[in-house]
């Protein structure tokens, strides 16, 4: 057993010798072509690769040009798959295939859930409309895509706020409903078109 040992030390002696010599013997030293600063590390892309880019790039142009297109047509849907109540709610994902914002032309289908209440725990309500008094009606157009504003009553005593912001490289698109009353609702979810 003890010659075992001493076995077992001399090994572990020489191990720990010979480990930062074979780590060390790693490091460039200042003749390496890892030092030169010409050295290039990216390989040459094959031609198979190459045209993969930019196919990609001609099918992102052509997806943003196609989201574009449908924000100017003003015939779209916003189909949102989760939302909270602001400042700081809970967020809520939506599988109702029903809920949608839908723009045609100077007049829109709501089909919301909307958080109403002056303080928590606030109401959960469902407005299930189409309106045509669509004021301040603006579509601008901004550095990631779109801005899409309108305002509305809704047959209250309430003005509504409806902000819709759009992102042209993703499709993706957030919604805000915001009043003088109740909470901001904030809405995600993407854009669709309606032929």
């Not at 020489?14 to 490091?27: H, Q, R």
């Not at 600063?37 to 990609?56: D, F, G, M, V, Y």
């Not at 606030?122 to 407005?127: D, E, G, N, S, V």
């Not at 603006?138 to 990631?144: A, G, L, R, V, Y």
């Amino acid at each position: 057993m003890k010659k075992f040992l001493l076995l077992f030390a001399i090994v572990a002696t020489l191990a720990a010798l010979v480990v930062p010599i074979v780590v060390t013997s790693n490091i460039p030293t200042e003749n390496s072509a890892l030092m030169d600063p010409t050295h290039k590390r990216e390989k040459q892309l094959s031609a198979n690769h190459l045209e993969r880019i930019e196919k990609r790039k001609a099918r992102q142009a052509a997806y943003e040009h196609f989201i574009d297109s449908t924000v100017l047509s003003h015939h779209y849907r916003f189909v949102p798959t989760m939302f909270n109540v602001e400042p700081a709610g809970s967020s809520q994902l939506i599988s109702n295939p029903s809920i949608e914002l839908a723009i045609y032309g100077d007049w829109a289908d709501i089909h919301l859930p909307i958080y109403q209440g002056f303080t928590p725990p606030y109401r959960l309500q469902i407005f299930n409309t189409a309106i045509t008094n669509l004021a301040n009606f603006t579509t601008i157009e901004t550095d990631n895509g779109w801005t899409i504003s309108f305002e509305s009553w809704l047959f209250s005593s309430n003005d509504y706020t409806f902000t819709l912001e759009v992102y042209s490289k993703t499709g993706g698109a957030n919604l805000s409903i915001s009043s003088s009353f109740y909470p901001t609702t904030t809405f995600w979810g993407s854009l669709y078109p309606v032929y």
